[in-house]
Structures are given as structure tokens and as C-alpha cells.
């Protein structure tokens, strides 16, 4: 079985939490691979399940980003503090402590959008980037939503529409309307994982980071971040880079194509009948897939 270690980091005045899944039978030559989560503020209990890849003779990393999980929390920061630039420092405080000279880097969600900013930087020892089920910028994502929410029931949509524009999205009416989009372009388990629970129960305990950054909801961007994007700037990335998505994700095509065109080095996999939470629908073929990726690009 594989040995898994905690540990927090000084990072300036707070602490990162980081979890490290050591292989019970290293593989030589097999780079680690840290983990990059959504949200932002959803910590990374729901991407637990990729330390299974530690069966493939790698040293897997997983982080609490700041504001969240088992990190420090900052619910009276001002909402300028969040930026980007905040969590790609902590990220390479991250590598530093833990003296990692080669890595790999995958991101889900937020955490693609993180690592494709983490590339365009090109760290010196980072040797390949997933970005999964991420967009390049968030008015493709509003605008994906969009489209996806003009095929919801005209009930569902009425609702959501209704409360958005009331300014009433803590509205219980308005958060079972959200479930119907969760179902299908979220994640498609029933019941939903227990890891994804904990990801969002100790989001919305402290909801500081994805309120102020992304908004109230997936689709509803009012948020920080609305105006972010990466397009103009991914050709920066040079390292080999895989960007993967799900059928019928709520990240849709057109918010992951910039990374697939402006990456050097990129190639793409989309998974049939799946949604944002691949790793958790499609668990053995999303490791099969993402295992494959880094063994191609170990040192």
C-alpha cells in the first residue's frame, strides 16, 4: 500500500496544507505529479482519487490552496487579494519547500486555468501540464453556460434566471434549480461521491474564495475572475501539454479550444458520456489516460 504523509508549509504569514502519496514501489525515472484543484475554494478531497497513480511508481501531491480545506483561511481578506498571481506564488512555494527539481503539473478545472498560468511562467522544473475540463477564459465559459442552460427545462431556466436577477441565489428554490445543470454537466454520479461532498461542504462553511473569485454558482460568473483569460497568452507554455474534457462537460469546446490551438505542444482526449468530474465517473480510464500522458514525459 502506499504511504501517504501530511504536512503544512509556511507560506509568507499562513500555511499550505499538502498530502503526499508516496509508491509503494518506485519506478525509476517516474516524475511526481502534483494536483491542482478546482473551484477556486474547493480544496482537494473530490481529486483524492489520482493518488491512485502512486500504483504507476510516482510520488502524487496533493494541496489545499489557501482560503480553503486544511490551509489558512482569510474570510476577511479583501476581495483584491485574490488573484491568480496569488496562487501561482504559493505554488512555487510549494515546490521549492518541497524541493522538487522535475514535475509534472495537473489541474482541474479553476486548477487548469492555475496551471496553464503556472506554464506560461515555464518554471524550470516543470516537464508537462494537464488541464482538465478547464477554460481559457471566462467569457468562453459564460458563454458555454449559456448554451448549455438554453437546453434545461424552461422551468428550470425561468428559476434560475428569476433569482439571479433578484439577487436571491441563497434562495433554496434557486439551489435545487442549480442541481438539474450539476446533474448533467457536473458530475453525473448518483448519489455524488463522498469526496466531492467534502470538497463542497467545506466550501460552503467558508465559501470566501469561490464567492469572491468565481460567484454563487458553475454558471452564474459575477466574480473576480469574470474578466480572466489566458488566450493571448498560451503560446507561452512549452512544455508538452494534454487537455481533456467530457462530453457533455460544462467546460465545452469552445472554452478549452485556445489551449488546444495556441500549445505548442498540445494534443486533446474528450470522454464520451461524461461531464466536468471525469476522474470520478471514469475513474480507471481518466488514470489509464492521465497515466499514460506522464509516463510518455517522465525524465
Same mark, same amino acid.
Given at each position: 500500500? #502506499?504511504?501517504?504523509?501530511?504536512?503544512?508549509?509556511?507560506? &509568507?504569514?499562513?500555511?499550505?496544507?499538502?498530502?503526499?502519496?508516496? #509508491?509503494?514501489?518506485?519506478?525509476? $525515472?517516474?516524475?511526481?505529479?502534483?494536483? +491542482?484543484?478546482?473551484?477556486?475554494?474547493?480544496?482537494?478531497?473530490?481529486?483524492?482519487?489520482?493518488?491512485?497513480?502512486?500504483?504507476? $511508481?510516482?510520488?502524487?501531491?496533493?494541496?489545499?490552496?489557501?482560503?480553503? &480545506?486544511?490551509?489558512?483561511?482569510?474570510?476577511?481578506?479583501?476581495?483584491?487579494?485574490?488573484?491568480?498571481? +496569488?496562487?501561482?506564488?504559493?505554488?512555487?512555494?510549494?515546490?521549492?519547500?518541497?524541493?522538487?527539481?522535475?514535475?509534472?503539473? @495537473?489541474?482541474?478545472?479553476?486548477?487548469?486555468?492555475?496551471?496553464?498560468?503556472? %506554464?506560461?511562467?515555464?518554471?524550470?522544473?516543470?516537464?508537462?501540464?494537464?488541464?482538465?475540463?478547464?477554460?481559457?477564459?471566462?467569457? @468562453?465559459?459564460?458563454? %458555454?453556460?449559456?448554451?448549455?442552460?438554453?437546453?434545461?427545462?424552461?422551468?428550470?431556466?425561468?428559476?434560475?434566471?428569476?433569482?439571479?436577477?433578484?439577487?436571491?441565489?441563497?434562495?433554496?428554490?434557486?439551489?435545487?434549480?442549480? /442541481? *438539474?445543470?450539476?446533474?448533467?454537466?457536473?458530475?453525473?454520479?448518483?448519489?455524488?461521491?463522498?469526496?466531492?461532498?467534502?470538497?463542497?461542504?467545506?466550501?460552503?462553511?467558508?465559501?470566501? *474564495?469561490?464567492?469572491?473569485?468565481?460567484?454563487?454558482?458553475?454558471?452564474?460568473?459575477?466574480?473576480?475572475?469574470?474578466?480572466?483569460?489566458?488566450?493571448?497568452?498560451?503560446?507561452?507554455?512549452?512544455?508538452? !501539454?494534454?487537455?481533456?474534457?467530457?462530453?457533455?462537460?460544462?467546460? !465545452?469546446?469552445? !472554452?478549452?479550444?485556445?489551449?488546444? /490551438? $495556441?500549445?505548442?505542444?498540445?494534443? !486533446?482526449?474528450?470522454? #464520451?458520456?461524461?461531464?466536468?468530474?471525469?476522474?470520478?465517473?471514469?475513474?480507471?480510464?481518466?488514470?489509464?489516460?492521465? $497515466?499514460?500522458?506522464?509516463?510518455?514525459?517522465?525524465?
Amino acid at each position: 500500500m #502506499p504511504d501517504v504523509a501530511t504536512q503544512s508549509i509556511p507560506f &509568507g504569514e499562513w500555511e499550505t496544507w499538502v498530502r503526499i502519496t508516496e #509508491p509503494s514501489s518506485p519506478r525509476p $525515472g517516474a516524475l511526481p505529479l502534483v494536483v +491542482l484543484h478546482g473551484g477556486p475554494g474547493m480544496a482537494h478531497n473530490y481529486l483524492r482519487n489520482l493518488e491512485a497513480l502512486a500504483d504507476t $511508481g510516482r510520488r502524487v501531491i496533493h494541496y489545499d490552496q489557501l482560503g480553503c &480545506g486544511n490551509s489558512t483561511h482569510l474570510s476577511e481578506a479583501p476581495p483584491e487579494f485574490w488573484t491568480p498571481q +496569488l496562487f501561482v506564488d504559493e505554488f512555487m512555494n510549494v515546490i521549492e519547500h518541497l524541493g522538487l527539481t522535475e514535475y509534472h503539473l @495537473l489541474g482541474q478545472s479553476w486548477g487548469g486555468m492555475l496551471g496553464a498560468e503556472i %506554464g506560461t511562467r515555464r518554471p524550470a522544473g516543470l516537464r508537462s501540464l494537464a488541464i482538465c475540463n478547464s477554460p481559457a477564459s471566462m467569457r @468562453l465559459w459564460v458563454e %458555454g453556460a449559456a448554451e448549455l442552460r438554453a437546453k434545461l427545462p424552461a422551468e428550470v431556466e425561468a428559476t434560475l434566471s428569476a433569482h439571479e436577477a433578484a439577487g436571491t441565489t441563497g434562495d433554496p428554490e434557486y439551489v435545487r434549480a442549480t /442541481e *438539474v445543470f450539476y446533474e448533467r454537466h457536473v458530475c453525473k454520479v448518483v448519489p455524488v461521491p463522498d469526496d466531492f461532498r467534502e470538497s463542497e461542504a467545506q466550501m460552503e462553511a467558508d465559501p470566501t *474564495v469561490y464567492h469572491t473569485m468565481n460567484g454563487p454558482n458553475e454558471f452564474h460568473v459575477i466574480g473576480t475572475l469574470r474578466d480572466w483569460t489566458i488566450v493571448d497568452r498560451v503560446h507561452s507554455i512549452a512544455v508538452p !501539454t494534454l487537455v481533456v474534457a467530457g462530453e457533455d462537460d460544462e467546460a !465545452t469546446p469552445a !472554452t478549452w479550444l485556445p489551449f488546444a /490551438e $495556441g500549445i505548442p505542444d498540445a494534443t !486533446t482526449h474528450v470522454f #464520451p458520456d461524461a461531464s466536468h468530474c471525469v476522474h470520478l465517473e471514469q475513474p480507471q480510464e481518466f488514470r489509464r489516460v492521465i $497515466g499514460d500522458f506522464l509516463a510518455r514525459h517522465d525524465a
